[in-house]
């Protein structure tokens, strides 16, 4: 048995990563998540430490922890694949210190634990976006840096006044009963890209590296959709946060022209999915919560990873400007086509059977009007992501871009991540075998199947129509506003314009203080200036009559 | 850029690429649309909700769904839409 804490791995990886440099980096890289898993199936569960009369657990051991980890250090080992010819230390350590902060979070049995690996995962990732070395990257990292450090502010102010209300500090269900408690929630909100609260994913994931990206994807919302599991389970604010979450970034993705903004937004829409889930709290809805996180992961990474290769290769990433590239980089296109019809839900690929289980537990629990909307955002995810990704990319009309196949080491991560997509959605029970909840659930009926393939086909059907008879948006370069213009553009204006009122009325304090002493001086003058009446010089002969005739006058006054 | 094929001398034709071949697809694509609609009347549908029963409600409502959310997106555009530099200045 081992007692090594799954994040020392890492951590120690990243500073080997520091160290080392060429072929003997990329091996020990490679081995860090090997050997994290192997420990990781050897782990012993729980060592406590009492510290100022609280419970510290570093390392909480149960099935949902666990595959968390599981997941964690898969996502890990793709991502350090597909990052192998990159020849930039500032990501490799970034990388690993990132899934390593990600790990120590999912393990957290405590607050005050999951509070430090909260904070380590915004600044240990960070970096990946400034790895770009853009103005552009820089100031959006700086954005994501802030907000992600202000939701780890938050959560620590929720957990000391939940552990004061509660005098506990243990990181299990929590539920929204406390001003404590709705802090946590909203930490977690942050970090989980509530609707309004988004904007730092898709203002900064897109501007970071090839690589960077794909490593990005994987983490951070998903630390908070454990924490959500953990914390918060069958809380009913969260069925409709979900819902919405759904459903309204699809809307920015249909006419978004950045391809991986337009993943940024199906990445929200699918957190939407398992947030739903959590807060039906049901064992189907948590149970496919998990398994969709899960999913997610693999096949999100993967059409990063598609759409990086495709920057790496080209150099751009709009819409507009790409097309065309099947015929330079067919085996890319072949997996970005997998990854889109595993986010799609296609029978036999991986959201199928995750994605359903949330949606039936929907109806189950007596929401159809949610299960509305999560229909209606399956239709809209395949229409975004399915289509318009690998069609925009690699088909549409032919850009003349021509450029080499992807290099070898992405193509291996692809292939690895098409394999577990498929395996996931061909032979589930593996997955569902992981699963926190007992199931029962079975995704091959024929009525799901059939179902399933009408959507989809008629969503289909629905985008050629309306590319055929010009109806559908075309790719523009454009920036689209988003609830971030409030911190970048309307905030500043309106501190513009108060420094500027307030400017205004300094000026025009002191220019009147000035005016005012500018007269006191000049009355002073007058009167005490040079020959001025108070400041003549008379002769002894005035002064002494003066004297004389103010004594007679005395004289006189006292007489009479 | 072109909508033409911008072909490269020399360079193989693909099969894609030539317009008939695609609208090939777009029929291919209708038949089988049509085909799992034909299908309701043979497979058995497990309904957990009366409005899932509907004769090919999946079919409409996806369908539905796309051609409101494109719209309603191309409506969206008018009111959000800026230039790409607009953050930069």
Redesign the interface.
Known sequence: MSSMMPFVIFYLGAVAALLLRGKTRTVVMLCVPLIGAFNLMHLDSGVTIDFLGYTFEPVRLDKLSLLFGYLFHLAAFLGIIYNMHEKDTLQHVSGLAYAGSGLGAVFAGDLITLFIFWEMLAISSVFLIFARRT??AYGAGMRYLMINVLSGVILLSGVILHASETGSIAFNYIGLTGIGSYLIFLAIGIKCCFPLLHTWLVDAYPESTPGGTVFLSAFTTKVAVYALARAFPGTEALIYIGGTMAMFP???A??ENDLRRVLGYSLINQVGFMVVGIGLGTDLGINGAVAHAFNDVVFKGLLFMSMGAVLFRTGKMNGS?LG?L??SMPLTTTFCIVGAASISAFPLFSGFVSKSMVM?SA??EGH?YI??ML??AS??VF?HAGIKIPFFAF?A????I?CKEAPWNMLIAMFLASVICIYNGSFPALLYSMLPMPVDYVPY????V???????????????I?K?TH???PE???????SDWIY??FLPYVTGCLGGMIGKVDRLIRSETMTIMGDLVAMIERQHGVKSTMSKTMQTGIMALIVFSVLLAFLLVMMI | ???H????PG?KE?W??KQANVMKL?YG??T??AL??I??FF???????P??GLF????????G???I??????E??K??????????E
């Open positions: 103005n552009r699809i809307f920015f249909v006419i400007e065309g099947y015929k039936v109806l189950e159809p299960w509305l229909l209606f239709a809209g229409h088909f009309h032919d850009s003349g021509r009926t024929s009525a799901h059939l179902t399933q393939v009408q959507l989809l086909l008629f969503s289909a059907l629905a985008f050629v309306l055929l109806l559908y948006p523009l370069p454009s920036v689209n506003l988003d970048r553009r | 850029m072109s909508e094929s911008p072909k490269k360079e693909y894609l690429d777009v694509l209708a089988i649309c799992s609609i299908a309701e497979v058995h549908r497990h309904v957990d909700h409005w899932e090919a409600f999946y079919g409409f409502y996806g369908f769904a796309c051609v959310l494109v719209l309603l997106a191309k969206l555009r009111l959000i839409m800026r230039k790409e530099d607009y953050y930069d």
